[in-house]
């Protein structure tokens, strides 16, 4: 005789039994005891969360010749639910029965009175592969339904229904079953079934089941004909192609130290072993968070996969800012999953641009920032300079930045919190630096740039930091427009404090005489493609000249003066005193 699932098994026989979904049971529990029972009943949810059981529970409870307990288990319909053989109680699978023949059959008996217990009721599960003629059908008894007649409706995916068979219905919800709750009852089960179990093992698997609780027990079947109902975390790894949280451990810290060669034959063994690299991805992106939890608040309970230990030991190596950078470029760079070829080369890929600091993009392309989000600049005037023959601007690759040395990993990341008023660069204020620009200019600066990362030092290192993310993308005799495919990182260069210090920075470490303008990849191919129409149409706009920061402006400056430095005088009015 086959064994049965733990699934089945175990399946709650009463509304006390039932895992999660605490307003559910209480609805139902509610309703049966005064009487209350609607005709029809919509139950929604992922898989595994408790629909077709609870349907069960409520079709016993109805019948049951004890209200005041149903359903008890004892009466003689609450027998008959138990065994399949209620004959008021009849189940249907709309997966396999989608014609409205099988529909207009189930309604001609619906009509007919109950055989045994009080009322009819008729599950239907997967309600929602019905056709559409089997659908009008239904929806016409639901509208005058057959006395002592109650519809059950169970369905994972409710948007595909007729809003007019939701609207009949009394809809319940079903929530992922919590990790905690699915874990207990793991436990719980395992002690019953004699079988060992690790608690960490029982957390994997509730981790693995994603809120539903029928995965959950079918998995630790599976891992206890494997284990021989010994159920360990190293086994779950293995039956999976999960990694071990110290393996995660260590490829974080390769990454942050530049051990390329470590860092490799890591990734090369997960290939091997069949791991699943996008599952790695998150458990990466579990564990960083932690990390960044730990080290600014120092609270060991508010972290879900860390030990104290573990997450001392990734702080020895990397910052705050340094976790919070590989974390957001991996859980961006998960999209390369779905498109690429080899998820081990798009792994690769990902890891070594983070080992490296290059300054490629590590993710796919995102969509920019709100626009409503504006970047700053400083003053501009007017006073026309003569033009000379100009050049379309071109986006050419980034130089590849040197190998970060291990010894300033921590530091790898700048603060990018954006001004509190960021100003746009607006595209025609772009268009009239660009008229300054030339290649010449951008091929020397490009080069002083290249030798920038030598000049780290304890007081410079976040202007290197900050512009390493950044590639020069025209460059003139007053100005360097950076491009960066962050905003945040534009809203930091243009913050016009920061951006007198990086003038500063430019000026003495790197002999550059230039002021910087920070904006994103997009608004630059913008310009640039109005640029070429107007350069066509002979129709290019005056070159603004940028006015340089100066001691004697730092020693006037004033609230006006900043604000006017920030917005310009064309597009400020001062009211009042």
Known sequence: MAKT??????????????VGQEYVVRSIKNAVKTGKIGHAYLFCGPRGTGKTTMARLLAKSVN????????????????????????????INAANETHVEDIRDLIERSRLAPMMGRHKIYIIDEVHQLSSAASSALLKTLEEPPENVIFILATTDPQKLLPTIISRCQRFDFSKVKKNQI????????????IGMEPAAAEMIA??????????????????????????????????????????????????????????????????????????????????????????????????VLTLEEAEEITETADSQSCMHVAESMLLAKERFKTATSAVSAFEVICLSLATGSRQPVTVTAQPASRSAERAQPVQTERPVQRTAPQAPVYSEPVPAEPKPAEIRKEETVQITPPREPVRISQEKIIQLLVQCSKSHKVKDEAAFVDMRSRISLENRKYVLMLQDCVIGASGEDCIVMITKAQPVANRINDPAMNRELYEFTKTQMNIDKIIFAITESDFREASAQFRILMRDNNLPEACKVEKYTEETEKEETPEDRVLALFGKENVEIIGG
């Open 183 to 194: 874990t207990n009852h793991l436990l719980s089960i395992a002690e019953k079934e004699g």
């Open 64 to 91: 049951c010749t004890n209200p005041e307990q149903a359903p008890c288990g004892v009466c003689e319909n609450c027998r008959a639910a138990i065994n399949g053989t209620h004959p008021d109680i009849v189940e």
């Open 207 to 304: 981790v693995l089941a994603d809120g539903g609780m029928r995965d959950a027990l079918s998995m630790m079947d599976q891992c206890a004909s494997y284990t021989g109902d010994q159920i360990t975390l190293e086994a779950i790894d293995q039956i999976y192609g999960l990694a071990t949280t110290r393996e995660k451990i260590d490829l974080i810290k390769n990454i942050m130290t530049s051990n390329l060669e470590a860092m490799l034959a890591q990734i090369s063994t997960y290939e091997e072993r069949g791991i699943d690299l996008q599952r790695f991805t998150d458990g990466m992106i579990d564990i960083l968070k932690d990390t960044v939890i730990w080290q600014n608040t120092h609270k060991s309970e508010l972290m879900k």
């Open 5 to 18: 699932a733990l699934y089945q098994k175990y399946r709650s026989g009463t509304f006390e039994e039932v």
